[in-house]
């Protein structure tokens, strides 16, 4: 394999489509479920992605699906947010007002009693950030998920968002401020 900055920098570079896919799959299905809030939603968007990316530009070099896959991936999100916003109005034109769940974390609580002090209370704080993600405006939390999960440059999440880098910068540090902020005053989380 071809050593290169995909993903960590430990990782290294597929050699064909599928071991790509197979590398990004788990992490680019939590982006998109944070994104939309539901299981099947988001496998339907990761799905779309991955199609459109292996139909489109399996050609190009390796080292260039990653933020050819995000970008697709965010623009199938955005999509899905403008057909919910519309679909959302016509349900309160037409039946009274709807209104979305948030999004649940992927794990449940345990009981405190079924794991040791600590990794309970590693647990809460993950919930609690889960918590404090669904709660980001989309931009940034997409832009927070792709820096600080998916391990991607500025460069390449400006590429996956289509917009400058320093948009991304903007988005990431408000992302990072308000999670810290949140977490300080409603989970006495310091970070």
């Known amino acids: 394999m071809i050593e290169s900055d995909v993903g960590d920098n430990t990782e290294s570079t597929p050699v064909n489509m599928d071991e790509f896919l197979q590398a990004i799959e788990v992490k680019a299905y939590r982006i998109a479920l944070f994104a939309v809030g539901e299981h099947a939603d988001a496998l339907?968007?990761?799905q779309d992605s991955m199609i459109k990316l292996v139909t489109n530009?399996?050609?190009?070099?390796?080292?260039?699906?990653?933020?050819?896959?995000?970008?697709?991936?965010?623009?199938?999100?955005?999509?899905f947010h403008r057909k919910r916003k519309v679909r959302s109005f016509v349900q309160l034109f037409n039946f009274g007002s709807s209104r979305e769940e948030p999004v649940e974390p992927p794990d449940s609580e345990p009981h405190p009693d079924s794991v040791p002090q600590l990794a309970w209370q590693k647990q809460q704080q993950q919930q609690?950030?889960?918590k404090v993600l669904n709660d980001l405006p989309l931009k940034q939390q997409q832009c927070f998920l792709l820096r600080s999960w998916e391990g991607m440059s500025?460069?390449?999440?400006?590429?996956?968002?289509?917009?400058?880098?320093?948009?991304v910068k903007t988005?990431?540090?408000r992302a990072?401020?308000?999670?810290?902020?949140?977490?300080?005053?409603?989970?006495?989380?310091?970070?």
Request: proline content about 3%; some cysteine; hydrophobic content about 40%.
């Open 154 to 167: 500025v460069a390449e999440t400006a590429a996956a968002m289509d917009c400058s880098p320093g948009t």
């Open 44 to 46: 339907d968007i990761i």
């Open 171 to 173: 988005h990431y540090f």
């Open 128 to 130: 609690a950030v889960f």
């Open 57 to 79: 530009y399996q050609q190009r070099a390796a080292t260039e699906w990653k933020p050819l896959f995000y970008r697709i991936l965010q623009n199938r999100i955005t999509d």
């Open 176 to 191: 990072t401020t308000k999670i810290r902020e949140l977490l300080e005053q409603q989970y006495d989380i310091h970070i």
